[in-house]
């Protein structure tokens, strides 16, 4: 009886661990160390807290002028709605945030980038605390929150802030999902991928890196046996319905843009153009990770001896969410062109797989010592650019000054000032995105709704979209541009010249913009816009 008895006992104790097993097949992933070392933590916070207020006190200080991309997204942020000419909403939704409470300075527009990079280096954490323990966590976040893509996007708000915090949203509350299988977690990662959907398109990488773990890993493979995975998924689609309904109310012109930023040259493949694209993503990419840590990573994904490094379920992951973007991206450059920031999304499982390696060795590591001090280099040096370049004697101008792009345009917008007050009445008219976006952000009053008209059909721009001169009333008004006055005449019945202003930003780089007074299109103009 005492044997029957133990014998059940025995078989009872079995089944509750195969129950147990059963009901959690993902345990492999997670490290048993996942209790939170508070004196790291707080030690990563403080680090997160500093850098913070540094990027804020640096973007104010110094000051950093807008990028016309800023500018451009600020009058997008003047009219909400579920999508502009080139991006989902997202961008111009946190800056209508943060200048409602702020106002439109500069630093006030840029303020959600250095907030949402530094809450997702916290999650980047908090990832790496789940999977490999605490030294693994605060290296990856400490890795992400100073490689150079996010210390110089930083000081600029771009769709990439919104879409790399949201894209680390997901990715938690994806890997407490797969922890606890609790609804709270599924829902919170199919919002926060809903939400990435509505910040980039891009986002839509991360569910693929997914189902590549659910099709190549044993593991992964019951992910898709889960129904609340399948709903997570709906709920991101759901979130994105409003802005496939905007685009389908405008010809879905967001993605007919992507499409032809993206597409090949009309020159045709040439292998030798291709490789030399490819030549230089690679090196954009090492510089946008940073050099130490990129080597890193590439050297241990091509180890041939395996047997000494076998692969951890949470490698085969984070391999899995950082191959796919990275290789999409990457073949985009091999048949046409890719921006270095494109592929920034794969950076996040870089990071946790950067600190998953190095934490073997800890904070003694040379690859961790000269990636953080590469690092941290890089982005002493950009955000000190003017301070450096005057200590080693070296004159900047329009080939080393990475700044460039944002000089002197607020005093080219003062230089014309006096013209536009005598002619307040009249709406503004333009034939650049940038020329517009900057002027209007720098003239008093702020111009956000110019009309525009660039001669052709083709639509290219959200002014274009949104206020095209040939959809608007066409009486007297104000271009200001660099026409020349004969291309002004071939357009328009009345021209009349009234201010031209230089402004020499270096020795070898100049502004000028024109202005004009000018009335009525002619009919063979407006034939040819529409």
């Given at each position: 009886?005492?044997?029957?008895?133990?014998?059940?006992?025995?078989?009872?104790?079995?089944?509750?661990?195969?129950?147990?097993?059963?009901?959690?097949?993902?345990?492999?992933?997670?490290?048993?160390?996942?209790?939170?070392?508070?004196?790291?933590?707080?030690?990563?916070?403080?680090?997160?807290?500093?850098?913070?207020?540094?990027?804020?006190?640096?973007?104010?200080?110094?000051?950093?002028?807008?990028?016309?991309?800023?500018?451009?997204?600020?009058?997008?942020?003047?009219?909400?709605?579920?999508?502009?000419?080139?991006?989902?909403?997202?961008?111009?939704?946190?800056?209508?945030?943060?200048?409602?409470?702020?106002?439109?300075?500069?630093?006030?527009?840029?303020?959600?980038?250095?907030?949402?990079?530094?809450?997702?280096?916290?999650?980047?954490?908090?990832?790496?605390?789940?999977?490999?323990?605490?030294?693994?966590?605060?290296?990856?976040?400490?890795?992400?929150?100073?490689?150079?893509?996010?210390?110089?996007?930083?000081?600029?708000?771009?769709?990439?802030?919104?879409?790399?915090?949201?894209?680390?949203?997901?990715?938690?509350?994806?890997?407490?999902?797969?922890?606890?299988?609790?609804?709270?977690?599924?829902?919170?990662?199919?919002?926060?991928?809903?939400?990435?959907?509505?910040?980039?398109?891009?986002?839509?990488?991360?569910?693929?890196?997914?189902?590549?773990?659910?099709?190549?890993?044993?593991?992964?493979?019951?992910?898709l046996q889960n129904p609340k995975f399948w709903l997570a998924c709906t709920l991101a689609a759901l979130c994105l319905m409003p802005n496939l309904y905007w685009n389908y109310q405008h010809q879905f012109i967001s993605f007919q843009h992507t499409a032809e930023i993206s597409k090949q040259a009309d020159s045709g493949f040439n292998p030798l153009a291709a490789l030399l694209r490819t030549g230089e993503f690679i090196l954009g990419q090492a510089l946008?990770?940073?050099?130490?840590?990129?080597?890193?990573?590439?050297?241990?994904?091509?180890?041939?001896?395996?047997?000494?490094?076998?692969?951890?379920?949470?490698?085969?992951?984070?391999?899995?969410?950082?191959?796919?973007?990275?290789?999409?991206?990457?073949?985009?450059?091999?048949?046409?062109?890719?921006?270095?920031?494109?592929?920034?999304?794969?950076?996040?499982?870089?990071?946790?797989?950067?600190?998953?390696?190095?934490?073997?060795?800890?904070?003694?590591?040379?690859?961790?010592?000269?990636?953080?001090?590469?690092?941290?280099?890089?982005?002493?040096?950009?955000?000190?650019?003017?301070?450096?370049?005057?200590?080693?004697?070296?004159?900047?101008?329009?080939?080393?000054?990475?700044?460039?792009?944002?000089?002197?345009?607020?005093?080219?917008?003062?230089?014309?000032?006096?013209?536009?007050?005598?002619?307040?009445?009249?709406?503004?008219?333009?034939?650049?995105?940038?020329?517009?976006?900057?002027?209007?952000?720098?003239?008093?009053?702020?111009?956000?709704?110019?009309?525009?008209?660039?001669?052709?059909?083709?639509?290219?721009?959200?002014?274009?979209?949104?206020?095209?001169?040939?959809?608007?009333?066409?009486?007297?008004?104000?271009?200001?541009?660099?026409?020349?006055?004969?291309?002004?005449?071939?357009?328009?019945?009345?021209?009349?010249?009234?201010?031209?202003?230089?402004?020499?930003?270096?020795?070898?780089?100049?502004?000028?913009?024109?202005?004009?007074?000018?009335?009525?299109?002619?009919?063979?103009?407006?034939?040819?816009?529409?």
């Amino acid at each position: 009886m005492a044997s029957q008895t133990l014998s059940n006992r025995n078989e009872s104790n079995s089944t509750a661990s195969n129950s147990a097993a059963k009901a959690n097949p993902y345990e492999v992933l997670f490290t048993e160390q996942q209790q939170l070392n508070s004196s790291l933590f707080l030690a990563f916070m403080a680090a997160v807290g500093l850098s913070l207020c540094y990027r804020i006190w640096i973007t104010a200080a110094t000051p950093i002028p807008l990028f016309f991309d800023e500018a451009y997204y600020l009058s997008w942020a003047q009219h909400l709605d579920w999508g502009y000419y080139s991006k989902p909403p997202m961008v111009a939704w946190l800056i209508a945030l943060t200048t409602e409470f702020l106002g439109n300075a500069a630093w006030a527009v840029k303020l959600a980038a250095p907030v949402l990079y530094s809450m997702a280096a916290i999650l980047i954490y908090l990832c790496g605390l789940r999977l490999t323990g605490n030294v693994a966590g605060m290296m990856s976040g400490l890795i992400f929150l100073f490689m150079p893509l996010v210390a110089f996007n930083s000081l600029f708000i771009t769709t990439d802030a919104p879409l790399l915090f949201f894209w680390s949203l997901s990715t938690y509350a994806f890997l407490r999902a797969l922890e606890s299988d609790a609804w709270i977690w599924w829902l919170l990662a199919g919002l926060a991928g809903g939400f990435g959907l509505l910040s980039k398109y891009t986002f839509v990488l991360l569910p693929t890196g997914f189902l590549l773990w659910a099709c190549f890993s044993p593991l992964g493979r019951k992910l898709l046996q889960n129904p609340k995975f399948w709903l997570a998924c709906t709920l991101a689609a759901l979130c994105l319905m409003p802005n496939l309904y905007w685009n389908y109310q405008h010809q879905f012109i967001s993605f007919q843009h992507t499409a032809e930023i993206s597409k090949q040259a009309d020159s045709g493949f040439n292998p030798l153009a291709a490789l030399l694209r490819t030549g230089e993503f690679i090196l954009g990419q090492a510089l946008v990770f940073g050099p130490v840590f990129f080597v890193l990573i590439s050297a241990y994904l091509f180890k041939k001896n395996q047997k000494s490094h076998a692969t951890s379920a949470a490698e085969r992951l984070l391999w899995s969410l950082f191959l796919p973007c990275f290789l999409v991206i990457g073949i985009q450059a091999l048949s046409a062109r890719a921006n270095v920031n494109w592929a920034a999304p794969s950076y996040i499982a870089a990071s946790l797989l950067a600190g998953l390696i190095l934490s073997k060795r800890g904070f003694v590591s040379r690859w961790w010592r000269w990636g953080m001090a590469v690092n941290l280099l890089l982005m002493l040096s950009f955000y000190h650019f003017a301070a450096v370049t005057d200590t080693l004697g070296i004159e900047r101008k329009k080939g080393n000054d990475p700044f460039k792009r944002v000089l002197g345009w607020d005093e080219l917008a003062q230089s014309i000032q006096a013209v536009i007050d005598q002619n307040a009445e009249l709406p503004i008219l333009g034939n650049s995105r940038k020329e517009l976006s900057y002027l209007g952000y720098y003239l008093k009053p702020q111009h956000f709704e110019p009309r525009y008209f660039d001669g052709g059909a083709h639509i290219d721009n959200h002014y274009e979209l949104k206020y095209a001169l040939t959809q608007q009333d066409q009486g007297e008004l104000l271009y200001i541009g660099n026409w020349p006055q004969a291309r002004l005449e071939s357009y328009f019945e009345k021209v009349e010249f009234l201010s031209q202003q230089t402004i020499q930003v270096y020795g070898n780089f100049s502004r000028t913009i024109s202005v004009y007074r000018v009335q009525q299109l002619k009919p063979e103009a407006q034939w040819t816009a529409e």
